[in-house]
């Protein structure tokens, strides 16, 4: 069969049509040009839709208030960093925590909170939103980004409590609007919530990398339990300067304590009048699908209701989460610890049936131990290599006391005291903790880090000494700094300082400045990461052989994960197939 060509090239060299055809490929052409032209205006008016719909649904409305008129209350200074409402107070100790207590229902108590801490409410969303933009300088990026977050955290309010939106809606009433760009006061400080949910699931980010245990009986000098946390979570220096201890005196549930950060209800770390205790630690977690109650909330839930450890477990099953969580409980009431460990579908519970538990950030309960990105987890995270040294810390350490709580908590070695370098993700103090905590149950007793990280004093608090004050008459340490746990000595060795230098030229990388190689490597000679950033500031110069000597130094050091082993031995064959492409 003969084939006619629809053209053909005349003498002169330009192609002419072949009359024969001229009509059916026109026709065709037209229906094709049409087709095309109905499809993408209905994409166009599709993607419109879709961007009005995500914009309407990120922004939520806020709860109806029935009684409004704690808006009128004005809060009273005391001196320049004190101030009162009521009973209600906050004031700034001289150890650099800031210390609050709020009362009373939930709108009235987010009212208050808000009028005693705006400045740390809007200095912390200044702190978080600048941090932002230096990890993701892209505007246009940023804005797609919050349109998409938008429109996973779009069912939110359904999986929050009407009592916690009321809450959150009276601290909003505090919030800056300079920051309407993100969203309206009160959709951003309920998103705000989610923050850490959505990072460490959409990239697995794991900026919270924590570690916490607990001791009682034969384990305790006492008998009496001791539990110990690091929040090991990082978003930039200027997130964690403002540090809140907060005491909450609600009209429902249970008095409670815990440490946070302006405009945040949410529980990390924290202690109720029943001696229960609640810390989290993030496990690996999948993509999550749509929105769910956040992490903090779940937490926060238990420490306001429940008194012992089943009323915990209680309350988080019936809480769907989108990410992977372990909740290490603490319970004066059944005298043992548990972790509860829960996915957005399984909750497992691991009880060691001992005087002690351990808790990094891989699972350990006999329901998701074996499950895959649990095994993905201990396989290539630093988790197993930071429990198995906390386990060794421990061992040295019993019995406990408070004081070789911190000494754990602050221990920046490795296996066998190993030297791994200073900030090393597999030590158990990496040296980016937004804080650490000590608890005692038993005695409603908590001590609270203080800069920098867990290094400076821990300042200790009685509950049962707090909750019996009736307001602030005066300016006065609430502490009992008689039971103060003092600075580590560290803090004056050449070790540390060699490692601020090192730190510095490493901010110095992270936000783009000129950085002298000559600061890393030498002031921190152990840690994988200074020959990793040697390595990828002379990669950016080209000088690949260079580049390459560091990336294999690294290689010789204790790394953390092995994705960054893997990240370093792609850029050593990088830099190879770049000097050999410049050879040929």
């Not at 009273?76 to 009162?84: E, H, K």
């Not at 829960?342 to 329901?367: F, M, R, W």
């Not at 006065?476 to 070790?495: K, Q, S, V």
């Not at 080209?542 to 370093?568: D, N």
């Amino acid at each position: 069969m003969i084939v006619k060509p629809l053209f053909s090239l005349s003498n002169s060299g330009y192609s002419s049509f072949s009359p024969a055809y001229l009509c059916i490929p026109m026709r065709i052409l037209k229906k094709i040009l049409k087709s095309l032209a109905w499809f993408l205006g209905i994409f166009v008016v599709l993607l419109l839709l879709f961007g009005i719909y995500v914009w309407k649904v990120s922004e939520f409305k806020p709860p109806a208030v029935a009684d409004r008129q704690v808006e009128q209350l004005q809060r009273q200074p005391l001196d320049s960093t004190a101030y009162t409402l009521g009973d209600n107070w906050l004031r700034k100790s001289r150890y650099g925590l800031f210390e609050m207590y709020t009362s009373g229902k939930p709108y009235e108590r987010g009212v208050i909170n808000g009028k005693l801490s705006r400045e740390l409410i809007v200095s912390q969303e200044m702190a978080f939103t600048h941090q932002i933009r230096k990890m993701i300088p892209s505007p246009s990026y940023l804005k797609f980004l919050k349109y998409i977050i938008g429109f996973m955290n779009r069912d939110l309010p359904a999986h929050v409590t009407d009592e916690y939106k009321e809450e959150i809606y009276g601290i909003s009433r505090a919030a800056s609007d300079s920051f309407q760009w993100i969203g309206s006061n009160y959709s951003r400080q309920l998103n705000y919530h989610a923050a850490h949910d959505i990072g460490h699931a959409l990239q697995n980010l794991m900026l919270v990398g924590c570690t916490s245990f607990g001791a009682w009986d034969t384990k305790t000098e006492s008998g009496a339990m001791i539990l110990g946390r690091n929040f090991d979570f990082w978003v930039g220096d200027e997130f964690a300067k403002n540090k809140i201890v907060s005491f909450v005196a609600p009209d429902k549930g249970h008095k409670f304590a815990f440490v946070t950060w302006g405009g945040f209800i949410g529980v990390v770390s924290g202690m109720n009048d029943k001696g229960l205790t609640v810390t989290i630690n993030a496990a690996r977690s999948s993509i999550p699908h749509g929105a769910a109650t956040p992490v903090s909330l779940v937490a926060r839930e238990v420490l306001q209701y429940a008194g012992n450890i089943q009323e915990a477990i209680a309350i988080a099953r019936r809480r769907k989460m989108f990410v992977s969580e372990s909740f290490l409980i603490g319970s004066a009431a059944d005298h043992r610890s548990v972790v509860i460990e829960k996915t957005p579908d399984t909750l497992g519970v691991y009880d060691p049936h001992t005087d002690n538990i351990e808790c990094a950030n891989h699972y350990q309960s006999d329901v998701l131990k074996g499950q895959e990105l649990n095994r993905e987890q201990m396989a290539g995270s630093a988790s197993v290599y930071r429990y198995q040294r906390l386990q060794e810390l421990l061992q040295k350490s019993y019995p406990l006391n408070p004081a070789k709580v911190a000494a754990i908590l602050r221990d920046y070695k490795g296996l066998n005291d190993a030297d791994i370098g200073v900030g090393n993700e597999k030590a158990v103090n990496q040296f980016v903790a937004h804080h650490s905590v000590i608890f005692m149950p038993d005695s409603l007793r908590m001590w609270v880090s203080t800069s920098p990280w867990q290094m400076g004093a821990y300042v200790c608090y009685d509950l049962r000494k707090v909750f019996a004050m009736k307001g602030l008459a005066g300016d006065e340490e609430i502490a009992d700094t008689g039971l103060n746990i003092a600075p580590d000595p560290f803090l004056a060795t050449p070790t540390y300082a060699h490692f601020l230098q090192f730190r510095q030229a490493k901010m110095s990388w992270l936000d783009h400045l000129k950085t002298d190689v000559g600061q890393l490597a030498p002031n921190n000679p152990e840690y994988y990461d200074a020959y990793r950033l040697t390595g990828d500031i002379y990669l950016g110069q080209k000088s690949y052989q260079q580049a390459i000597a560091a990336y294999r130094m690294a290689l010789t050091k204790v790394i953390a994960t092995e994705a960054e082993r893997k990240s370093i031995l792609d850029k050593i064959s990088k830099c190879e197939q770049a000097m050999s492409k410049a050879k040929s």
